[in-house]
């Protein structure tokens, strides 16, 4: 199959996993190729605005050809930015057919605005489209406000949904979590994302002696990710007697406003690194004996299976979907309690026989590996496609 992706994300603001679904489905032998359009942001970085490429070009990622187009965003302008977006991806689409041919199907990677963009093209051009969705209800909160709402994009964003070949959410729970601006009335299969399982592969641990339980926190410094529920919790561990390392790494994690909220609390032995690359992450969860996220919204957080990955439990709250709660591997608690997420980090600390590090990381394979996941996705494309 022609599988063309078109993320509504993409570095420098993440979206990186429209990239592994694109190699998983290339290892399967498919000729892939991503369509990103990146809307820059001058409050949220400066350097990127004024730097990156004005033209449309092409560079490849990971054995992946990339169509890329960088937009100015003008602030506070979101109707026009959108649909100023949404016309730069059906030209570079234009651009994409003329020199490569027409795609068997399209693959978006969020209905905002990926989706969008690919019903018009389908609606233009007779391809069949999917959306495989990744944002959770509080993102969609903070834009839309509090269901019910009459928020200007919610018919356009239902429209995309009712009228995809498929909407592919990455976990069950989303459904129903987002029916509330959405509906339910569209067809729908869930697949998780894919993680490099072979990259976040197994490692066994030993505790060195002396050394206290080391948790790692791989979260941007964001108020939904409950980085005050996390400091808390250390709180009252620490006046327990109860004393753990914890490492900290995402975005705004070395910032003053992270290091002053840290120093309310008064803790020790908390360290935080800022954003690091994808074989830093590696390095920290080979050093660490666990990882804590105290989330309180996600959809599917890529980070819990990258750590199970590698073979140390986690720790995290109820908005985990159900899919990821590994025997064995994930203990959930509720969202903003802080004393249960106190004691489920105590008893981690205090057990002196280590998880099953290597049943755990077969089981993430198992779910959610390039090949487990490429063959789920081209097992719906191929349907559509032969359908149509």
């Not at 990259?199 to 941007?220: I, K, N, T, V």
């Not at 529920?229 to 709180?235: E, G, P, R």
Request: glycine share 8%; charged share 20%.
């Amino acid at each position: 199959m022609h599988i063309l992706e078109i993320p509504s994300f993409f570095p420098p603001y993440g979206g990186l996993f429209c990239l592994d679904q694109a190699k998983a489905l290339a290892a399967l032998g498919h000729e892939v190729r991503i369509l990103s359009n990146v809307q820059l942001g001058l409050t949220i970085g400066a350097k990127g605005y004024l730097q990156l490429p004005f033209r449309r070009y092409e560079h490849v990622m990971d054995g992946i050809t990339v169509c890329q187009s960088y937009q100015r965003g003008i602030p506070r302008l979101i109707r026009w930015n959108v649909d100023r977006w949404v016309s730069i991806v059906r030209s570079m689409y234009d651009d994409y057919v003329r020199k490569y041919g027409k795609p068997d199907i399209l693959h978006a990677h969020c209905g905002k605005w990926a989706g969008y963009a690919a019903m018009q093209i389908s609606q233009a051009n007779g391809i069949p489209y999917v959306v495989t969705e990744h944002l959770p209800l509080m993102l969609l909160e903070g834009e839309f406000g509090k269901a019910p709402s009459h928020a200007w994009q919610i018919p356009l964003l239902r429209q995309t949904y009712e009228q995809a070949d498929m909407v592919i959410p990455v976990s069950e729970e989303l459904v129903e979590d987002i029916a509330c601006y959405y509906g339910k009335d569209y067809r729908w299969q869930y697949v998780s994302n894919t993680i490099d399982t072979h990259f976040f592969g197994y490692q066994p641990r030993e505790r060195g002696e002396g050394r206290s339980f080391r948790f790692c926190c791989l979260a941007d410094y964001y108020y939904r990710k409950g980085y005050d529920v996390l400091f808390k919790a250390l709180q009252l561990m620490q006046e327990s007697g109860t004393n753990v390392e914890v490492v900290c790494a995402g975005l705004f994690t070395d910032n003053q406003a992270f290091k002053n909220e840290l120093s309310k609390y008064q803790l020790k032995g908390i360290k935080s690194l800022g954003r690091i690359d994808k074989t830093a992450v590696r390095k920290l969860l080979y050093e660490s004996d666990g990882l804590v996220l105290p989330s309180r919204s996600e959809v599917q957080p890529l980070v819990l299976l990258e750590a199970m990955s590698t073979g140390i439990p986690v720790i995290s709250t109820e908005c985990v979907p159900r899919s990821l709660r590994i025997e064995g591997g994930c203990t959930i608690v509720p969202i903003d309690n802080v004393p249960a997420l106190a004691d489920a980090m105590a008893t981690m600390a205090r057990r002196s026989n280590l998880a099953d590090g290597r049943k755990i990381s077969e089981q993430v394979r198992q779910l959610a590996s390039p090949e487990v996941v490429g063959r789920r996705l081209e097992a719906i494309f191929s349907e559509i496609v032969a359908s149509r």
